[in-house]
């Protein structure tokens, strides 16, 4: 792992505070700096301000969804990787999602471990 | 949430096309009725009236024709009275005695049914009886005037009862005729009776099918009005069906991936061995992925019942496919406690869902090796005939009983509910199995091997009929309510 990786600030955009709690303490233990924003609007802003390594978004969000926003910022040519997180498989959300620009794609309730993988090679492939 | 409240629909009442039934029946026999009292009618009033003019024209004109040949002799004895007997007198005479004596046969032809009427018979004598006095009376013209004068006053006297007779005749025809007029106005009387009955019991026949017909009707009326609303409510049932599907994927996903995680993140700590915190936490990671296990299978199970589990049918090379199955399928068995013989001949290519039906032969093989002695082997074998594949599992188990066979695949069926509970899962795997099998048209069996154990047995067509058509056209999105072209009964869409 690499020093950067280990200094790899991280956008959690999510609604749920226990996901997003887990998340955060499961990703500080990485080293990783992790914020959170609990909707869309709130995410897109922090999103835009900040300067992110990666963005973990829910899809399912108040305010704008997680795709949209994913649309959104790329198409103001914003190319942080994005891991996009749903509590639904339907393909549709995935087909959105990578038509969104998303990069992963990972369905509730994910594995601990599958999660640092994505994020370890989304970090990797930047 | 709107709540679906299911009213029974009313069942039609059958009294309606009881009715038509009755109401065309009468109708036709009211036709057959009409019909044949018409046809009786007019031949009995035919028949009265030819009688009437029978009686009218030929009694009457007969009995007219008489009394013209009795004024005739009487004529002409007349004329010998004041004329004498001349020779063209008497001709003239004997002439009118002779037509009066056709006149009186040709009265034979008519029927005198009347008593104190004189018949030809009586007319007969009667005319004789005449002749026989007037015509030696003409002789005595010359030589005996007085008895000349006797025998002539006589004769008008016998003309004279001839005429009454005739007169009766006449008047007896006159009486029959208007008898026979009356009997034709009886039986028009009568036509016109039944005409009306007729007409009377076709328009109640008549007005009971109208009725019955508006009766039916409403009550088809009703029935489409019961149906509209049915179908409405069903597809808001179907909505709410769906959205709730829809939630609960997301409802029950949430905590799980927070137990979940948590127990992960708190696995990952430095601390996590102390105080035994570590088994701890990984019983819980164990449970939620059962829980996980479980909610998947409830959700795939409530998306083909709704119809939005989709296959996604494509060309698979059957051998590449087998073995990444078998190697799953050998990871599976290992964590059971359990080894794996693959058996696997099958080299064609299929048109399946791979990871549907690696689904459902994993549900297979873990449900084998749950119920496998420790080290037991669990056999995965497979073969195909270029139009159909089959799949089979097969354990060293105890093997089913028999009053289980028929019922193993249905949702929530543990045989040994004990067992079964030990060994974690629902049941619902082998039912997860069977409606992605015949999502493919396929079919899956059990039976017992005589020396103990079990064989389940996938089989499906390598190119199922509506996998050709979904080849051609492509398949609705998933979020389509348009109705499944294949797997029906199982609920799953093909794509």
Redesign the interface.
């Known amino acids: 792992m690499t020093t950067y990786e280990q200094d790899a600030r991280i956008l959690v955009i999510e609604d749920d505070p226990a996901i997003a709690s887990v998340l955060q303490r499961g990703l500080a233990l990485k080293g990783w700096q992790v914020e959170i924003a609990d909707d869309g609007v709130s995410g897109a802003a922090a999103w835009e301000d900040g300067l992110y390594d990666i963005v973990i978004l829910d899809v399912m969000l108040p305010g704008m969804n997680g795709i949209d926003l994913c649309a959104l910022r790329r198409a103001e040519g914003d190319r942080t990787p994005v891991l996009l997180l749903t509590a639904r498989d339907e393909d549709a959300y995935r087909i959105q999602g990578e038509k969104a620009g998303a990069d992963a794609y990972l369905t509730k309730p994910f594995v601990y471990q599958d999660l640092l993988r994505t994020i370890e090679r989304l970090l990797a492939a930047r | 949430m709107e709540r679906a409240v299911i009213r029974p629909p009313r069942p039609p009442r059958a009294q309606p096309w009881r009715i038509i039934v009755l109401a065309v029946g009468g109708l036709l026999a009211a036709i057959v009725v009409a019909g044949a009292a018409m046809l009786a009618i007019t031949l009995n009033v035919g028949a009265v009236t030819d009688r009437a003019l029978h009686n009218d024209i030929v009694l009457e004109d007969e009995a007219d024709d008489l009394r013209v040949a009795v004024l005739d002799v009487r004529h002409f004895q007349r004329n010998v009275f004041f004329g004498g007997p001349s020779r063209t007198g008497l001709q003239e005479f004997e002439s009118a005695y002779l037509r009066l004596l056709e006149r009186i046969d040709s009265l034979r032809s008519v029927q005198i049914a009347a008593a104190g009427v004189a018949q030809p018979d009586d007319l007969l004598r009667m005319a004789e009886a005449y002749y026989a006095e007037i015509r030696p009376g003409m002789d005595l013209y010359v030589t005996d005037r007085p008895g000349f004068d006797r025998a002539h006053e006589a004769g008008l006297a016998r003309l004279v009862e001839l005429d009454r007779a005739a007169q009766a005749i006449d008047r007896q025809g006159e009486a029959q005729a208007s008898a026979a007029l009356r009997d034709v106005e009886q039986a028009n009387d009568t036509a016109t009776l039944i005409l009306v009955m007729v007409i009377a019991g076709a328009s109640t026949a008549g007005l009971a099918l109208a009725w019955a017909a508006l009766r039916v009707l409403g009550e088809l009326r009703v029935l489409s009005a019961q149906q509209q609303e049915g179908r409405i409510r069903l597809e808001a049932a179907l909505r709410t069906k769906t959205e709730f599907i ?1 939630d609960a ?2 409802e029950l ?10 127990a ?2 708190g696995l ?2 430095p601390s996590a061995g102390e105080c035994g915190h570590e088994d701890i936490l990984r019983e819980i990671v164990r449970e ?1 992925a059962r829980m ?1 296990h479980l909610v998947e299978d409830l959700l795939f199970l409530a998306r083909s019942d709704a119809g939005q589990a ?1 296959l996604e049918v494509r060309e698979t090379a059957l051998e590449p496919w087998l073995a990444d199955v078998a190697a799953r399928a050998e990871i599976l068995t290992r964590e059971r406690g359990a080894r794996l013989e693959p058996e696997l001949r099958a080299t064609t290519n299929g048109r399946i869902d791979p990871e549907r039906l690696e689904q459902a032969v994993l549900a297979l093989v873990d449900n084998a090796a749950k119920f496998s002695p420790a080290g037991g082997a669990v056999r995965l074998s497979s073969r195909t005939d270029g139009q159909r594949l089959w799949i089979a599992v097969s354990d060293h188990g105890p093997g089913i009983p028999a009053a289980d066979l028929p019922l193993i695949f249905e949702r929530f069926h543990r045989g040994d509910k004990t067992r079964a509970r030990r060994s974690g899962g629902a049941g619902l795997g082998l039912s997860i199995a069977r409606t992605i099998v015949e999502a493919h048209d396929g079919q899956i069996s059990a039976r017992n091997h005589s020396g103990g154990g079990t064989e389940v047995t996938i089989e499906l067509p390598l190119v199922p009929p509506a996998a050709v058509s979904a080849g051609r056209t492509p398949g609705p ?3 389509s309510d348009t109705a499944t072209r294949a797997g029906a009964s199982a609920g799953i869409q093909v794509r």
């Open positions: 829809a994927s997301h996903r949430t905590p799980l991936t927070v137990l979940r995680g948590n992960e993140v990952a700590l939620a996980s989709a999105p998933p979020t």
